[in-house]
């Protein structure tokens, strides 16, 4: 039979109220030298702590929910949701908190996945990458439970963590300006997050300040995944008058772009850039490596859990992070093969 702290207080003959307090760090003060009595009494006993138990007496489950933007197959292969766990996780272990993750949800369940978060068994939410629109953040901060959001909408009462979308994306355009270049296309990601909207923003604006005309058929989505930048890069490829450059919404849509331009039989850089966002590590070992724009992924997941605990323990005061990006040039962008 597993020990209880009725045992250990039976044993050290107190009760069972100043074992809890020296067990858990909380409650009434406990005296140095019977909390140590009292914790090598446990270790001696095997004692292993009843969760639902400490967290009655807490108030807290040291558990931090993590809600993907939604789940399809190999959603984890993503580059971007791994350098962004790989933020969460290590900063949560550094934190001793666990981290439980929806994975049964879709973008259309909103209802569903805030009903589920608001079952008692998380301290707090991280919402990373929420649809525009998802009434699942709200619902879930309405109720008063401390949330987050990583490349979410500002919005008030929901502390954002995001990156300059427009800076980052105008950064790689008016490179492709300088370039040479004046006929270039955009991939969008999927049009119901906030990042993609930001980056199509930037694009779009972009061309309208260096007073380039921005063509309705240059812009095609691609949904953030390989095979959406492959098909969008063959749809601008069959167009009459294609582009010269491409800016890709993220760095796996450029790959599948630079796929689609060699299955085309035509040479990156040479006869048609191409760029990404996101400067994931497969950015680098493609061919040719891709230029792109990094954005701190991995620091902005640490950040979210940093945020959140901070709300958990009553910081009114957490406000919302805008981080910069920083412009890579590499092998896939170069001037034009000709004047347009």
Do not use: W
């Amino acid at each position: 039979m597993a020990t209880t702290i009725k045992d250990i207080a039976k044993r050290l003959n107190i009760s069972i109220s100043t074992v809890s307090y020296a067990l858990n760090d909380s409650g009434r003060p406990v005296p140095a030298e019977l909390r140590e009595r009292v914790r090598a009494v446990a270790r001696e006993m095997n004692y292993r702590p009843n969760r639902l138990a400490r967290s009655m007496i807490t108030g807290k489950n040291n558990v931090i929910g993590i809600v993907p933007p939604e789940m399809y197959d190999n959603l984890f292969l993503s580059p971007y949701l791994q350098l962004a766990l790989n933020g969460i996780t290590n900063e949560a272990g550094h934190r001793h908190q666990d981290l439980l993750v929806y994975t049964r949800f879709s973008e259309t369940s909103g209802h569903e996945v805030g009903e589920a978060i608001l079952d008692g068994r998380v301290d707090g939410a991280i919402f990373v990458s929420p649809y525009v629109g998802q009434n699942a953040v709200l619902s879930v901060a309405n109720a008063g439970l401390p949330c987050v959001t990583m490349a979410g909408i500002p919005q008030g009462g929901v502390v954002n963590l995001g990156i300059d979308n427009e800076g980052g994306m105008s950064k790689i355009v008016r490179h492709l300006i300088d370039l040479g270049h004046t006929r270039i296309a955009h991939i969008t990601g999927l049009l119901t997050m906030e990042d993609a909207l930001l980056r199509l923003k930037g694009y779009q604006e972009t061309l309208y300040r260096q007073k380039l005309r921005v063509r309705d058929e240059y812009v095609v989505r691609g949904r953030f995944e390989i095979d959406g930048g492959y098909r969008a890069m063959k749809e601008l490829l069959d167009l009459p008058v294609p582009p010269t450059a491409v800016c890709c919404a993220n760095d796996e849509m450029a790959i599948g772009a630079i796929h689609a331009a060699s299955e085309a039989g035509l040479k990156v850089p040479e006869d048609i850039s191409i760029s990404g966002f996101d400067m994931t590590p497969t950015s680098a070992t493609v061919n040719p490596p891709i230029t792109t724009v990094r954005q701190p992924i991995t620091k902005l997941g640490t950040l979210a859990v940093q945020c959140l605990l901070r709300l958990v323990d009553g910081d009114k005061d957490v406000e919302d992070i805008v981080l910069d990006t920083e412009f890579i040039e590499r092998g896939s962008t170069a001037p034009p093969r000709r004047t347009p």
